[in-house]
């Protein structure tokens, strides 16, 4: 950095954006915010230098840069009001996000804000890096520590009543307790969440993380239906923002529609208008598992997971549901093995599904005590034997009937005879 500083003036901000290369323009700016001058024109133009001197930092990928700039600001922050303190703080811990790899510094360098936040007792900036900071440590899976962090923070922003920050905290400790399994905690905090954004007007992103969220536990809860609708909400707010989760919104929309058996849907959602937007790997995934669930194909549904594994089985949410789907596509495969038999050896079973017969052989005691099919396995043999379907015997309900009769008819006569007596 140059010791000698440039004027905070609208020319020198021009010469910092003609120059020929980004370390030149750089070097220009870092000079720019080193004047004396504390007239408000020349506060407003450093502002202006450090949110482009921030885009600049960013582009270069220089992580530490950027968190040093929030250092050397610090005596920069007393001259100007609080808000825009807040603003240019977020600004830079949001240009640090954007660089792939910096997770640690950011946790690092919200933990230095907080600490100074703290000093200055700058509350409302506080709160807010505190947030950020939690939701890093979720991400980093510290989730121990993030719910500490948030717990008390839940207090004091409930105590202040500040409901737009209330539902970002809100929906982080859904999401928070959602990765700790546990569901009811999860639901709870989304409700505070939809409650305190009731309230308010909710921006639209934040509107459509809500209904993703929504869409989340409904589909863990094994209510697609719901969820689908949930997902269609969350995509079609961010597919108007143009926010990168529209793809996971669709993906997850497409994820209900495979879930609940409607799996030829999904071709018809993918080459829609909306949907031909985010053709790619993401979908090419679901629509490659959709395919194997109409063929009720064991052997395609597995093809799918080798050559889309980042799509589903790094994908948290879809992968919690990929369990559940092989176990259906397994007994729709063995149903449709065994249906021209009345019986069948299991090995030839196992053959044919190209599967360990140990494996085999549980998965259809499990399905004939379940009543997915009516059956016995002769293990003696190594067969299975399949009965035909029983018919359903009449007389045992209108039996069932008559006896809860009679038993009523009992129950009035003593309650009368109770009367008589008395």
């Known amino acids: 950095m140059s010791t000698s500083y440039l004027p905070a003036t609208t020319d020198s901000i021009a010469q910092a954006l003609e120059a020929k290369n980004p370390s030149e323009s750089i070097s220009i700016f870092y000079r720019i915010l080193e004047s004396p001058s504390s007239s408000p024109e020349s506060l407003r133009i450093k502002e202006q230098s450090i949110t482009n001197l921030s885009d600049l ?30 603003k240019i703080v977020r600004g830079i811990i949001d ?37 950020r900071l939690a939701a890093l440590l979720m991400e980093s899976k510290e989730y121990s520590e993030a719910l500490n962090l948030l717990s008390g923070l839940i207090k004091e922003v409930r105590r202040l009543d500040d409901k737009l920050l209330l539902v970002d905290i809100d929906l982080l400790e859904s999401k928070l307790h959602f990765s700790l399994r546990n569901l009811p ?79 030829d849907d999904v071709a018809g959602i993918i080459s829609s208008k909306a949907g031909l937007q985010y053709v790619g790997p993401e979908l090419d995934a679901m ?25 589903l089985e790094e994908d948290p949410i879809v992968h919690r549901h990929l369990s559940s789907l092989y176990d259906t596509l397994l007994e729709q495969n063995l149903c449709r093995l065994i249906e021209p038999f009345s019986r069948v050896e299991i090995a030839h079973i196992a053959d044919l599904i190209e599967l360990p017969i140990d494996h085999v052989e549980k998965k ?20 299975l034997v399949i009965f035909d379907d029983p018919k359903t015997d009449v007389i045992y309900p209108a039996t069932l009937e008559t006896i809860s009769n009679v038993g009523k008819v009992v129950d009035s006569l003593y309650v009368r005879s109770a009367k008589i007596m008395a």
């Open 287 to 311: 629509k490659a598992v959709a395919d194997a669930h109409s063929k009720r194909s064991l052997k395609l549904f597995e093809t799918a997971l080798r050559d889309f594994k980042a799509q």
């Open 57 to 86: 930092l960013r582009q270069e990928n220089r992580a530490e840069e950027l968190r040093s700039l929030l250092t050397q600001l610090r005596p920069f922050f007393a001259l100007i009001p609080k808000a825009k303190t807040a």
């Open 185 to 263: 905690k999860a639901k709870a905090a989304l409700t505070a969440a939809r409650t305190a954004a009731n309230a308010i007007y909710v921006p639209p992103a934040q509107q459509g993380t809500i209904d993703l969220q929504s869409g989340i536990l409904h589909a863990e809860e094994k209510d697609y239906k719901t969820g689908y609708s949930y997902f269609f909400e969350a995509f079609e707010a961010f597919n108007a923002l143009e926010d990168p989760r529209a793809v996971f919104s669709l993906k997850y929309m497409l994820l209900c529609k495979i879930m609940v058996s409607q799996a």
């Open 364 to 383: 259809l005691s499990q399905m004939i005590l379940d009543k997915k099919f009516a059956g016995t396995l002769d293990q003696g043999a190594g067969c």
């Open 95 to 131: 240009a640090v996000a954007k660089i792939p790899g910096t997770s640690d510094l950011q946790i690092s360098l919200c933990k230095e804000m907080v600490l100074w936040t703290r000093a200055e007792k700058r509350t409302f900036l506080r709160q807010r890096v505190e947030a």
